[in-house]
């Protein structure tokens, strides 16, 4: 299988989770208004494309990688999978002891996807550096511009929300996720302009 380039994948990948957080807002209504079943299955089963495109993107990427992107790539799924695990966890038992409402975590659970991809490419991206290998995560977008579209599509995402009359539990997801992203942004956009600045050669 031909290597997948690095900014190839980003721009790919990143264009799908854009398609996906519109397509989420779009057919949220419909979903709820559809009387017929195979509408209903239609509208809620429609974001799950752009997501399925992301996981046979990243799968092909890993593929064609050789042994110590690979290794990155597997530390940081795994290290994705098991805080996406804790938060799921924690969510079901808030749910089940009526913490949270049956609606808003049905919303929060439509991130979860998104939010494993985030965290496994920060982690990546940090093992990537651990190795010496940090030519491979600035190949494509850097990590502080991949923070902030994450802050801004969540951002548009609650204000949407809002203007349509949305529980206060799914906006302040929504808040939270995006301040936690847009924190993010300036950590590493910091991070990678100390970085370059002590990279330079001295007068």
Not at 32 to 45: D, G, I, V
Not at 70 to 84: D, K, P, S, W
Not at 122 to 137: F, K, P, S
Not at 157 to 173: E, M, N, P, Q
Request: hydrophobic letters at 55%; aromatic letters at 10%; glycine letters at 8%.
């Amino acid at each position: 299988m031909a290597r997948v380039p690095e900014a190839h994948y980003q721009r790919r990948s990143m264009a799908a989770i854009v398609v996906y957080v519109a397509i989420v807002m779009l057919v949220r209504s419909p979903a709820r208004e559809a009387t017929s079943l195979p509408a209903q299955l239609m509208f809620a089963l429609l974001p799950v494309a752009p997501m399925v495109y992301v996981i046979w993107l990243l799968a092909r990427r890993i593929w064609a990688s050789d042994e110590l992107e690979q290794r990155t790539h597997l530390i940081g799924l795994g290290v994705a999978t098991g805080i996406v695990a804790v938060v799921s966890l924690i969510g079901g038992f808030l749910a089940a002891g009526k913490v949270l409402t049956l609606e808003g975590a049905a919303s929060f659970l439509l991130f979860i996807f998104p939010l494993l991809l985030l965290i496994y490419s920060a982690t990546r991206a940090w093992v990537a550096r651990r190795y010496g290998i940090d030519a491979l995560c600035d190949d494509g977008v850097p990590m502080y511009q991949k923070f902030l579209i994450g802050a801004l599509l969540l951002a548009g995402v609650a204000t949407w929300l809002y203007s349509k009359g949305a529980d206060d539990f799914d906006l302040g997801v929504l808040a939270g996720l995006s301040a936690a992203l847009a924190i993010g942004a300036v950590l590493s956009g910091v991070r990678r302009w100390r970085s370059r600045r002590n990279a330079r050669p001295e007068p």
